[in-house]
């Protein structure tokens, strides 16, 4: 059965530090999201993205956020300059039709220090 | 202030009993999901609901949209020790294509 992956699944970071997070979709999916889960609370809504642009962002994603699809496979969310409370489970989705069906990766778990 | 309240927030109940959980909120939804995420793992999407007062059933569990696409609701029948985890609704507004809400999730633990 087809399924989003993500690399790395632990990532740890200082302070500062630019980080990429990586996300191979399901192939034959056309909407891409980004969300993240800080330790015991909701998941938060980063980013869409569809057609190689970004079709909706929420108020944490700012300046200091990036997502890229560089190839046909890879989704990637880039981080600036991390600070401490970036520390979360970052999980990448996809859809097929972007409405009614969401598959959710395992997540990378980004530590910064 | 949470755009979708989940309820309860925690549940302990022995194997074999019934229970409904809650999702609300004031705003109209195009579409709510529900899910189940273990510890440690990216969310499982169990249905999703699009019509208002639309019921689906997967095996023992029953999922209900209200009329108004405000509310859903999820209930199993019998719940079994495997139905252990954490239960989360997430909708899409009717006017905000491609945005997804979550609610703060549901901990129920099934004692056998």
């Known amino acids: 059965e087809p399924e989003v992956t993500q690399t790395p699944s632990h990532q740890v970071t200082q302070m500062g530090q630019e980080v990429i997070l990586r996300c191979v979709p399901i192939?034959?999916?056309?909407?891409f999201y980004w969300y993240r889960q800080i330790l015991g609370q909701k998941v938060e809504f980063l980013v869409s993205?569809?057609?190689?642009?970004?079709?909706?962002k929420s108020e944490i994603f700012d300046d200091q956020f990036s997502v890229e699809r560089p190839d046909g496979s890879n989704f990637t969310l880039k981080i600036r300059s991390t600070k401490l409370e970036d520390s979360a489970m970052y999980f990448c989705?996809?859809?097929?039709?972007?409405?009614?069906?969401?598959?959710f990766g395992p997540g990378t778990r980004l530590t910064v220090t | 202030t949470q755009l979708l309240e989940q309820s309860p927030q925690f549940l302990s109940i022995q194997e074999g009993e019934n229970l409904t959980v809650y999702c609300n909120s004031s705003?109209?939804?195009?579409?709510l999901q529900w899910y189940r995420q273990e510890p440690g793992e990216g969310p499982v999407l169990l249905v999703t609901?699009?019509?208002?007062?639309e019921v689906k059933k997967l095996k023992r569990l029953t999922f209900q949209f209200g009329d108004a696409r405000k509310d859903s609701s999820l209930h199993i029948t019998a719940a079994q020790p495997g139905d252990t985890g954490l239960y989360l609704c997430?909708?899409?507004?009717?006017?905000?294509?491609?945005?997804?809400?979550f609610g703060s999730g549901t901990k129920l633990n099934v004692k056998p």
């Open positions: 989705a996809s859809s097929w039709d972007g409405r009614y069906e969401q598959y």
């Open positions: 192939s034959n999916h056309l909407y």
């Open positions: 993205f569809y057609n190689n642009e970004i079709s909706e």
């Open positions: 705003s109209v939804f195009s579409s």
């Open positions: 609901v699009v019509t208002g007062g």
């Open positions: 997430a909708g899409e507004l009717k006017d905000n294509f491609n945005k997804f809400y």
